[in-house]
């Protein structure tokens, strides 16, 4: 989920767990807009079997289901896969309760070793590649490797996202001058060809790689909230870790925060106190 830096255990009073329930509710309908917008004009035939790879907390596996609709959904097979124990209990929890036609699978993405070559007939990588080791070169790899020949894998990063600039001047103003800042991982995805290009290395032909951007607009809870839980979940990742000076000025980010996410492209504010934010995608769609 956040994949701290540094190993100090220190932590500002203030700040949340960051728990996969925490997660689910800081992406609000993120994850499944992003998932939904990934799946829209794929076809899943009756027979379908697919893998939903660092498969977190279910939304490409609901995303598939909910394009198929009705009995649909009974008549392909799905295999979430993640290395994450609290997220895959997470993820079988949504399964038994969602009737999905899915089984999850603790496994490095990274790594399939159990999966046999030529398996799957589709495969979906929602907002996990960018997530992975080595730039997510060998899932994509273990991507290629499992798909059957013409199967179909939905890769996706994000191309502009809300959150980040504010994370960042809060970082920058609250911190003293020389501490590490909020990484910076995410904005080289944030090219689609540098997904592609990863995507080439995991063994696809760069001729059967089709990039398109799509809006996508996400509900999410109280700007309160919001910036509560983001400061916490992102705010103690970078190569420092939390600092004692964060908990004197947790406040004080916390405005930043806001201040800057009603300054984003697209930001709404509803009248239930909740918002909406604007984001872009970058989606692959790459056939073997």
């Not at 509710?25 to 990934?38: F, I, N, P, Q, R």
């Not at 179909?152 to 001058?177: C, D, F, K, Y």
């Not at 806001?258 to 056939?287: H, P, S, Y």
């Amino acid at each position: 989920m956040n994949q701290p830096e540094s190993t100090k255990t220190f932590k500002p009073h203030q700040a949340l767990a960051p728990t996969p329930q925490l997660y689910n509710e800081l992406v609000g309908d993120g994850t499944e807009k992003l998932a939904s917008a990934t799946v829209a004009e794929i076809a899943f035939p009756s027979g379908s079997v697919i893998l939903d790879i660092g498969c977190g907390t279910g939304a490409g596996t609901a995303a598939i289901v909910d394009s198929l609709g009705g009995d649909a959904a009974g008549n392909i097979s799905i295999k979430g896969v993640d290395i994450n124990d609290d997220v895959l209990a997470f993820y079988k929890s949504k399964t038994a309760e969602n009737r999905w036609p899915a089984e999850a699978i603790k496994a490095d993405a990274g790594n399939l070793e159990t999966i046999a070559d030529a398996t799957f007939t589709h495969t979906i990588a929602t907002m996990a590649l960018f997530t992975f080791p080595d730039d997510g070169v060998p899932a994509a790899k273990e991507i290629y490797r499992t798909l059957k020949p013409g199967g179909v894998a939905m890769i996706n990063s994000w191309a502009q996202t809300s959150n980040m600039g504010p994370l960042r001047a809060a970082s920058t103003r609250t911190r003293p001058e020389g501490a590490p800042g909020i990484r910076d991982a995410m904005a080289k995805w944030e090219d689609g060809e540098y997904l592609k290009s990863i995507i080439e290395k995991g063994g696809f032909a760069k001729d059967k790689i089709v990039l398109t951007k799509r809006d996508v607009y996400i509900r999410a809870t109280t700007i309160d909230r919001f910036a509560l839980m983001l400061w916490s979940f992102i705010g103690g990742t970078t190569a420092a870790g939390w600092i004692e000076s964060d908990e004197e000025r947790w406040d004080e980010a916390i405005v930043i925060i806001k201040d800057e996410l009603r300054k984003t492209d697209g930001f709404t504010e509803l009248e239930d106190g909740k918002m909406i934010l604007k984001f872009v995608a970058n989606i692959a769609v790459a056939t073997k």
